[in-house]
């Protein structure tokens, strides 16, 4: 009898198991597939990417642009989404995981190839610098205000709110070619 | 004996303190630097930046250099090294170039989709290494004067980025007095009418607003100033152009320098510096230019660190920690040896910075002589060919003449050629494969597989150019413990029916046993 029980009571604990899909992983392992996770203790920040500036100059888009059907009709590429914050994240690493993560296409130019020593983003969702105006292209914000630095020499820190918004009236960057 | 003695100090002492007297005030107005001074700036920022790229060889165009030949990062340094008459490996730089242009035209956005001034910078880049921007490859080809100006617009307007496309296209069309065909799409009238139009109120240029901005205002100079006081064309810009000298003297600082968009740095006086040589403005002695009795120069100079480079600005940005302004940095670098090259032509009354009617060859140095180590190079394994081989390839094939060094620099370039495409099919299909990582499960095992096996394959050079190994590995572990959990789960499945099963028989032997004992109730006791 209490062999039965004792029985039961594993069938009982392996079914708890199978029930909540256990996964079977080392410690690294598990490190390795959970850095993303967000947990209480998690240092975070949030991004977004947004392109409605559009929609109020659209005599100006390019129209290659108005009948490619990937704009999204309220401007919300990416709404605003919390990744984790690893070690050393600047804008664009962060920029770089949401938009692979969420399959979103993106083409920048790399640090390595221009004057600024910083990656800079040409185009995001196929909405490329220039495609509304000769003033327009991708800026981002941090927590509200626009860094006068290129996004790849912007380190962030806990809680921070990036916001890429494609804005039809640049001029606040250095323009140089 | 004793009065002429006192007297005689005492002169000396007069002397002495007036010609302190005397130093201290020419100090005090300003040091006037001469030609060679220009040069040597110039040359210490280069010294600098080969230090930034880690070569200490005699030249800047290096084999680490020609890699991101083409790039902005690396053309202007090119362009301001040429028309110094710095000595380089121009023909390897040019070598490169014109390779990179020959496959960038192989896309339907050639240069790039929107920006004009990609064929600006590469045609004062082909021109500074003594190349022919109206056909590149010698076969009539590839125009970059028609396609990046004149006939741009048949593809998209040459200001489509704004007044930069505008300006940079009427520099780089002054570059080599070009000529432009009947029946093109733009005329040189064109072209300089749509600048003149972008004049604001106050004589400056800016890419928005309603205030001129002084780097695009000395930009807009640079473009015009071959038809300022030319008596040889009737395009009527002097006063366009006065009133931009007005705007930019006006706009001075006091201690001679520019801020752009609120910051004081290095590159806008630099700009300003290009465009006053361009209109034989002499910076050093002119009084509009002089501001309490401190010159461009004094501004600029202010700007340099000990290590020869030049930094953007003193200010330091609360918002971002990691804002080095103490760092020597590379677009203030390039800037200023810019500049620094303007004024030396300036001083030696030769043609201004990006007039190039009088460029010839004497800089460029004779590198047919192959090194021991080019020879290496050129007999290595096509086994051991890696991407970043491409490179000095062309740069070693437009030197070598011997038939058989041709045939092998001709294999590895399509070596390494083939070599990059398998690097960007793979980091294509990484991309396709692994996202969104939280949905990777075992059915996408098998195609991990295959991409880690691609991935191995690589040489370790070529490796460092797969774009997402760390979430490639991760999905890998993924799609391993997802198979992993499939196994035990089955395994368990199967342990809970035995155990199952034994409990049940267990349960009915006993009940048989009970119903038995139930009939024999005394066998027990």
């Keep these: 009898m209490k062999k039965d029980l004792l029985i039961l009571g594993f069938i009982v604990l392996i079914i708890v198991i199978i029930v909540n899909g256990t996964e079977f992983q080392t410690v690294d392992e598990y490190y390795l597939t959970h850095i993303d996770d967000i947990r209480e203790d998690s240092q975070t920040v949030f991004i977004s990417i947004n392109c409605s500036e559009i929609y109020a100059n659209w005599d100006m888009l390019d129209d290659n642009i108005k009948n490619s059907g990937y704009l999204p009709k309220d401007g919300v590429i990416l709404d605003k989404t919390e990744y984790v914050l690893r070690e050393g994240d600047t804008v664009f690493d962060v920029l770089n995981r949401a938009v692979r993560y969420n399959k979103i296409q993106m083409e920048y130019q790399g640090a390595d190839m221009n004057i600024y020593n910083s990656v800079y983003i040409q185009g995001i969702n196929y909405l490329y610098e220039f495609d509304c105006g000769e003033l327009s292209g991708w800026l981002y914000k941090v927590n509200g205000e626009f860094p006068k630095y290129g996004c790849s020499s912007y380190v962030l820190k806990d809680g921070d709110i990036i916001e890429w918004i494609y804005t039809c009236e640049l001029g606040q960057e250095y323009n140089l070619f | ?525």
């Design chain 2, 1 to 525: 004996m004793r009065r002429i003695l006192s007297s005689f100090i005492c002169i000396v002492i007069l002397i002495a303190a007036l010609s302190v007297n005397v130093q201290a005030e020419s100090d005090s107005i300003n040091k006037q630097y001469t030609s060679d001074d220009f040069y040597n700036i110039a040359a210490k920022i280069i010294d600098w930046k080969k230090q930034e790229i880690g070569t200490n060889g005699d030249y800047l165009i290096c084999d680490k250099y020609l890699e991101k030949a083409g790039t902005t990062a690396c053309d202007w340094y090119v362009i301001g090294m040429a028309r110094l008459g710095i000595k380089d490996d121009y023909s390897s730089y040019l070598a490169v170039v014109k390779e990179n242009i020959k496959s960038k035209y192989t896309l339907e956005s050639k240069l790039s989709k929107v920006k004009s001034t990609e064929w600006h910078r590469a045609i004062l880049t082909v021109n500074a290494c003594r190349g022919n921007a109206e056909d590149l490859l010698g076969d009539g080809t590839i125009n970059l004067v028609s396609d990046g100006i004149y006939n741009r617009g048949l593809t998209a307007s040459l200001g489509k980025q704004g007044i930069n496309g505008w300006i940079w296209g009427l520099i780089a069309l002054n570059n080599m007095n070009y000529d432009i065909p009947e029946n093109s799409y733009y005329t040189k009238e064109d072209i300089i009418k749509e600048i003149v139009s972008r004049q604001l109120s106050d004589g400056g240029f800016a890419l928005s607003g309603k205030t001129g901005d002084p780097d695009i205002t000395a930009m807009a100079i640079q473009a015009l100033a071959p038809y300022y006081k030319n008596k040889n064309c009737n395009y009527n810009i002097d006063s366009v152009v006065d009133n931009a000298v007005m705007f930019l003297s006006r706009v001075q600082l006091e201690n001679g320098g520019f801020q752009s968009f609120g910051t004081r740095n290095s590159e806008s006086i630099a700009q300003v510096i290009i465009a006053l040589c361009a209109i034989n403005i002499d910076i050093q002695n002119d009084r509009r230019f002089i501001k309490n009795n401190n010159t461009m120069l004094d501004a600029i100079m202010s700007f340099r660190m000990n290590d020869g480079g030049f930094i953007h600005s003193f200010d330091y940005d609360n918002n971002n920690p990691e804002s080095q302004p103490d760092k020597s940095n590379s677009m203030a670098g390039e800037q200023v040896l810019l500049a620094m090259a303007a004024l030396y032509r300036y001083e030696n009354n030769m043609n201004s910075l990006y007039d190039f009617t009088d460029i010839n060859s004497n800089n460029i140095i004779d590198k047919s002589e192959l090194t021991e180590n080019d020879i290496l190079f050129i007999h290595k394994s096509l086994d051991n060919v890696t991407s970043q081989d491409y490179s000095r390839a062309v740069s070693l094939l437009s030197k070598a003449n011997n038939k058989d060094y041709q045939n092998r620099l001709n294999n590895i370039i399509l070596k390494s050629d083939e070599i990059k495409n398998i690097i960007d099919t793979l980091n294509n299909d990484i991309y396709n494969v692994i996202y969104p990582l939280d949905k990777i499960g075992v059915s996408q095992r098998n195609s991990i597989e295959d991409l880690f096996k691609r991935y191995n394959s690589l040489s370790d050079i070529d490796k460092k150019y797969i774009l997402y190994y760390d979430d490639l590995v991760t999905a890998k572990i993924k799609a391993e413990s997802s198979q992993r959990s499939v196994i035990i789960m089955v395994i368990l499945i199967i342990i809970t029916i035995i155990l199952a099963l034994i409990v049940i028989t267990r349960i009915r032997s006993r009940k048989k046993k009970n119903s038995l004992s139930d009939l024999y109730p005394n066998d027990e006791e």
